[in-house]
């Protein structure tokens, strides 16, 4: 398995505004996900994350409302630009370790806009 | 149109009986299916999976059944103990390392 961090664990902003949320795995990973959780909902998968290119993002999600850094192997940011009150959520990353299809995540960071 | 359904948002089940968490898919190009559980402000922890070659896996008091006709899985859990309150969240993965997540079931242990 992998110890994962998230910063910060929860925060409340003013809509307009902008968050940056870190990932810093213990180990070096090739794959990394965010994901959102909106209240009652499932985890959505927003983007993959690979280091040494662009990540790729799903359906319904776009670059310019969530950029993704990958400086490296062990971390990875994402931000939340110009957050409304429906960006109210909790937003974990994952990683895989390449062994298997399991996934293991961070704590989540939880946003409230306001 | 959700691919992974958990059609009960919550289950109370007493100490020492077996919970019961059911699960169905829609995709049948799913070829791997999990289960995770989930605390209060921890992320998803990891619990049990099993391949579409399998119909059943077991870990310890963790059961997962599949039936693959019926696009169907469970979760067993006997006998059930306190600490197993949380959400469970069922996923299926189609070899794309993308992981399709449930919208999770409550679980309640009671004394």
């Known amino acids: 398995s992998a110890v994962i961090s998230q910063k910060p664990s929860r925060d409340i902003c003013q809509r307009g505004t902008s968050l940056t949320i870190q990932c810093q795995v213990d180990s070096q990973v090739t794959m990394m996900f965010w994901y959102r959780q909106q209240p009652g909902q499932s985890l959505t998968l927003i983007a993959t994350a690979n280091q040494g290119s662009e990540a790729t993002y799903e359906s319904g999600f776009v670059i310019d409302k969530f950029p993704i850094s990958r400086p490296n192997l062990t971390f990875s940011t994402l931000t939340v630009s110009n957050m409304s009150p429906e960006d109210s959520s909790i937003y974990l990353c994952?990683?895989?370790?390449?062994?298997?299809?399991?996934?293991?995540f961070g704590p989540g960071t939880r946003l409230t806009v306001t | 149109d959700q691919q992974v359904k958990q059609n009960s948002p919550s289950l109370s089940v007493q100490e020492g009986r077996i919970s019961i968490l059911n699960c169905d898919y829609t995709?049948?190009?799913?070829?791997?299916f999990l289960w995770y559980k989930k605390y209060p402000a921890e992320g998803p922890t990891f619990l049990i999976s099993?391949?579409?070659?399998?119909d059943k896996n077991e870990d310890g008091r963790f059961t997962v059944f599949l039936n693959k006709s019926a696009k169907h899985l469970s979760l067993h859990i006997v006998p059930s103990q306190p600490g197993d309150s949380a959400v469970y969240f069922c996923a299926a993965s189609d070899r794309d390392d993308k992981i399709i997540f449930g919208k999770g079931t409550r679980l309640h242990i009671l004394p």
């Open positions: 099993i391949s579409s070659i399998k």
């Open positions: 994952s990683v895989d370790l390449g062994q298997s299809y399991e996934q293991y």
């Open positions: 995709n049948s190009m799913f070829d791997y």
